[in-house]
């Protein structure tokens, strides 16, 4: 997995709430058997026409919004389990996604891919979107060890939280599996002592 | 010290602790096409094997199609995903029920058909609707592909312990009230993100009369509150249902089980976290409005007057409904019965009774999709697949199909679509498609009447 430490960036405002997975990543585009090239169809139907023309009044599209955060409205990513959201979201080149509210799985999803999701209050969420509306060019500091989103403009400091565990993996760039690979030991010993019907 | 059902079981799966996340142990692990061929290409790039295959049980379902399956799948895409997850299988050693099996079928249709879902299990699916399984006493959830990797290579994923909350329904349903109109209520109630970070357990003489099928419909749309996970304390209900089932224990291990599984239950004085108790009486045949699960009113209930909410006026938009407007006598083209929340015999049953007799509307087109192979075999041994013919339904072959729009099930642009599945998300059963979730006797009525009935005037 990818390091990820700290982040100065533009961002990308989508102020929509209850952005489910579907919009994230539509089912038809879950045929692929590699993690790769989803960032291609990522919010397809909101990016595109059904005949491949762009909606030019998409986020997306509109050269003035660019960056390495998305920053998006409450409930991001409720819906389905499909890790693709966070594959397409990584793809395309986003390394972190702040909002008010994430859904569980899309939350443990990007953790998992070194996608960083930042949790912050109604109220700090929309001194974000206010400052993109203000400067589209804004720029936004993230500091994962101090835990800290920083707007540059109005010097605003915001705190999130993450788990301890998940920090030390993203700090360092490592997998879950490969923690629970060194457990195996201590795995079989549960599994002799379990009753299973 | 009393607990719930949720930490009791919880805390007999726990392996390890690391700075508060713990290491679960799963008891059984399904995987189907779509959320799986990643998982096993980091296994061989690790190369290392599948650490518990007997815990492993494969089906294909999501990107299937759902006529001629005898035929080879004409999507290239879809059709290398499918041997994509026969390859893998056959690779690793796991057991799997391919297309065209007689016990293929929808994931979490098929796990309880065949005994597999049993009490006090953790059971994990790359599918959020592995919540189903919850309906047995088990704590069952959906998880990505990572994860699905992790359980193949450990049997373990690393995950932080959800907060609980009950939610109580007591009272009888009136006729015409069905599960789905009881989980389409409660999310109504508590929105699409209120059950964010809780395990749910269903409560309440009102669930202690469902049936098994009608438990996982609820179970199923825990998924739909943002909860992970739903479950519902076994009893005899639970027992009667796993009886005599194929992977079912047998003899002395049948009677050493249900004591085990009699003692799964909250104790009486157990906390849980968050409390929601509701009146059965209170709840009526549901239809959502917008574009998600939480945008559900009573059938005679009008489109809540929500001011002020970008959201809300993009998802009416979407759905080209407006504020104040009743769904009754609202026109349909499309009905789909079928999905892992109403594919399953009794759901087929309730269809056959409405529809014996009758025709569907000749400006409605109608898909019966059944949840697995036993479920299709079942239905046209007990004869519905004739009712259905006879008043133009189409019975279909198994699989998850106009749910989610992957294979050529699709709603077209524009169009309105009755649907038994779960969500109503924008595009979800095909680009532009707008989706008005109910049960099967609502979705059943419409396509007779080719428009939006309250079914409590059938009776």
Same mark, same amino acid.
């Given at each position: 997995?990818?390091?990820?430490?700290?982040?100065?960036?533009?961002?990308?405002?989508?102020?929509?709430?209850?952005?489910?997975?579907?919009?994230?990543?539509?089912?038809?585009?879950?045929?692929?058997?590699?993690?790769?090239?989803?960032?291609?169809?990522?919010?397809?139907?909101?990016?595109?026409?059904?005949?491949?023309?762009?909606?030019?009044?998409?986020?997306?599209?509109?050269?003035?919004?660019?960056?390495?955060?998305?920053?998006?409205?409450?409930?991001?990513?409720?819906?389905?389990?499909?890790?693709?959201?966070?594959?397409?979201?990584?793809?395309?080149?986003?390394?972190?996604?702040?909002?008010?509210?994430?859904?569980?799985?899309?939350?443990?999803?990007?953790?998992?891919?070194?996608?960083?999701?930042?949790?912050?209050?109604?109220?700090?969420?929309?001194?974000?979107?206010?400052?993109?509306?203000?400067?589209?060019?804004?720029?936004?500091?993230?500091?994962?060890?101090?835990?800290?989103?920083?707007?540059?403009?109005?010097?605003?400091?915001?705190?999130?939280?993450?788990?301890?565990?998940?920090?030390?993996?993203?700090?360092?760039?490592?997998?879950?599996?490969?923690?629970?690979?060194?457990?195996?030991?201590?795995?079989?010993?549960?599994?002799?002592?379990?009753?299973?019907? | 010290?009393?607990?719930?059902?949720?930490?009791?079981?919880?805390?007999?799966?726990?392996?390890?602790?690391?700075?508060?996340?713990?290491?679960?142990?799963?008891?059984?692990?399904?995987?189907?096409?779509?959320?799986?061929?990643?998982?096993?290409?980091?296994?061989?790039?690790?190369?290392?094997?599948?650490?518990?295959?007997?815990?492993?049980?494969?089906?294909?379902?999501?990107?299937?199609?759902?006529?001629?399956?005898?035929?080879?799948?004409?999507?290239?895409?879809?059709?290398?995903?499918?041997?994509?997850?026969?390859?893998?299988?056959?690779?690793?050693?796991?057991?799997?029920?391919?297309?065209?099996?007689?016990?293929?079928?929808?994931?979490?249709?098929?796990?309880?058909?065949?005994?597999?879902?049993?009490?006090?299990?953790?059971?994990?699916?790359?599918?959020?609707?592995?919540?189903?399984?919850?309906?047995?006493?088990?704590?069952?959830?959906?998880?990505?592909?990572?994860?699905?990797?992790?359980?193949?290579?450990?049997?373990?994923?690393?995950?932080?312990?959800?907060?609980?909350?009950?939610?109580?329904?007591?009272?009888?349903?009136?006729?015409?009230?069905?599960?789905?109109?009881?989980?389409?209520?409660?999310? =109504?109630?508590?929105? &699409?993100?209120?059950? $964010?970070?809780?395990?749910?357990?269903?409560? #309440?003489?009102? %669930?202690? /009369?469902?049936?098994?099928?009608?438990?996982?419909?609820?179970?199923?749309?825990?998924?739909?509150?943002?909860?992970?996970?739903?479950?519902?304390?076994?009893?005899?209900?639970?027992?009667?249902?796993?009886?005599?089932?194929?992977?079912?224990?047998?003899?002395?291990?049948?009677?050493?089980?249900?004591?085990?599984?009699?003692?799964?239950?909250?104790?009486?004085?157990?906390?849980?976290?968050?409390?929601?108790?509701?009146? =059965?009486?209170?709840? &009526?045949?549901?239809? $959502?409005?917008?574009?998600?699960?939480?945008? #559900?009113?009573? %059938?005679? /209930?009008?489109?809540?007057?929500?001011?002020?909410?970008?959201?809300?006026?993009?998802?009416?938009?979407?759905?080209?409904?407006?504020?104040?407007?009743?769904?009754?006598?609202?026109?349909?083209?499309?009905?789909?019965?079928?999905?892992?929340?109403?594919?399953?015999?009794?759901?087929?049953?309730?269809?056959?009774?409405?529809?014996?007799?009758?025709?569907?509307?000749?400006?409605?087109?109608?898909?019966?999709?059944?949840?697995?192979?036993?479920?299709?075999?079942?239905?046209?041994?007990?004869?519905?697949?004739?009712?259905?013919?006879?008043?133009?339904?189409?019975?279909?072959?198994?699989?998850?199909?106009?749910?989610?729009?992957?294979?050529?099930?699709?709603?077209?642009?524009?169009?309105?679509?009755?649907?038994?599945?779960?969500?109503?998300?924008?595009?979800?059963?095909?680009?532009?498609?707008?989706?008005?979730?109910?049960?099967?006797?609502?979705?059943?009525?419409?396509?007779?009447?080719?428009?939006?009935?309250?079914?409590?005037?059938?009776?």
């Amino acid at each position: 997995m990818k390091k990820l430490t700290t982040i100065y960036s533009t961002a990308v405002p989508l102020p929509i709430e209850d952005v489910d997975t579907d919009q994230i990543i539509p089912a038809r585009f879950l045929k692929a058997l590699t993690r790769k090239g989803f960032g291609n169809n990522l919010f397809r139907d909101w990016r595109y026409y059904g005949d491949g023309n762009e909606v030019k009044d998409f986020v997306l599209n509109n050269d003035m919004y660019s960056g390495e955060i998305l920053v998006a409205g409450n409930n991001f990513g409720c819906g389905s389990s499909r890790e693709h959201a966070a594959w397409s979201l990584d793809d395309y080149g986003f390394r972190v996604v702040v909002s008010s509210f994430f859904a569980d799985i899309f939350k443990a999803n990007a953790l998992n891919n070194g996608l960083l999701p930042i949790q912050l209050s109604k109220e700090e969420l929309q001194k974000v979107f206010c400052a993109i509306e203000k400067n589209p060019k804004a720029e936004f500091a993230i500091d994962l060890e101090a835990q800290t989103f920083t707007i540059k403009d109005s010097e605003s400091i915001f705190s999130f939280d993450i788990g301890s565990y998940k920090k030390m993996c993203l700090l360092k760039g490592y997998d879950d599996i490969d923690y629970l690979l060194s457990q195996r030991d201590k795995i079989e010993a549960f599994e002799k002592q379990q009753v299973i019907y | 010290m009393s607990a719930t059902l949720f930490d009791k079981l919880w805390d007999a799966h726990v392996v390890d602790s690391i700075d508060g996340t713990d290491v679960l142990y799963i008891d059984q692990h399904f995987i189907h096409e779509v959320t799986s061929p990643q998982a096993f290409d980091g296994l061989k790039t690790r190369g290392i094997s599948v650490f518990r295959v007997e815990k492993t049980l494969g089906t294909a379902d999501h990107n299937v199609p759902t006529i001629n399956q005898h035929l080879p799948i004409k999507d290239p895409m879809s059709k290398a995903q499918v041997k994509k997850l026969s390859d893998n299988c056959a690779e690793f050693g796991v057991e799997l029920y391919q297309l065209g099996h007689e016990k293929n079928g929808i994931v979490h249709i098929i796990g309880p058909e065949l005994g597999v879902t049993k009490p006090g299990m953790t059971i994990v699916c790359g599918d959020s609707h592995t919540s189903t399984h919850g309906a047995f006493g088990s704590i069952a959830f959906g998880i990505g592909t990572s994860q699905v990797e992790q359980t193949l290579a450990t049997q373990c994923i690393l995950m932080n312990r959800p907060k609980t909350m009950r939610i109580t329904i007591d009272g009888a349903l009136a006729k015409g009230v069905f599960a789905k109109d009881i989980i389409l209520y409660i999310i =109504a109630k508590l929105t &699409a993100s209120g059950g $964010t970070g809780y395990f749910i357990e269903y409560a #309440g003489s009102a %669930i202690r /009369a469902l049936s098994m099928e009608a438990r996982m419909t609820v179970c199923n749309m825990s998924i739909e509150m943002g909860a992970r996970g739903g479950m519902i304390a076994p009893d005899t209900v639970t027992f009667d249902y796993i009886y005599g089932r194929e992977r079912a224990p047998k003899d002395k291990q049948w009677s050493d089980a249900v004591t085990y599984w009699s003692t799964l239950k909250s104790d009486e004085d157990a906390i849980f976290d968050r409390e929601e108790r509701f009146d =059965a009486a209170d709840i &009526a045949p549901m239809v $959502t409005y917008g574009t998600n699960p939480g945008m #559900g009113i009573k %059938i005679d /209930a009008q489109i809540p007057e929500v001011l002020d909410v970008a959201s809300f006026d993009k998802s009416l938009r979407y759905m080209n409904f407006h504020k104040g407007q009743s769904l009754i006598g609202h026109k349909i083209q499309h009905v789909f019965i079928g999905s892992c929340t109403n594919a399953r015999i009794e759901d087929l049953r309730i269809v056959a009774d409405y529809v014996k007799g009758r025709q569907k509307s000749k400006d409605v087109s109608v898909m019966i999709v059944p949840g697995s192979k036993q479920v299709e075999a079942q239905a046209k041994k007990e004869g519905l697949d004739k009712i259905f013919t006879d008043a133009g339904f189409q019975l279909r072959e198994p699989g998850c199909s106009a749910c989610l729009g992957m294979n050529e099930d699709k709603i077209p642009s524009g169009e309105y679509c009755i649907s038994t599945s779960n969500r109503n998300f924008e595009g979800r059963q095909g680009p532009g498609a707008r989706t008005i979730l109910a049960s099967p006797l609502m979705a059943a009525a419409a396509a007779v009447n080719g428009e939006i009935v309250d079914v409590r005037q059938l009776y």
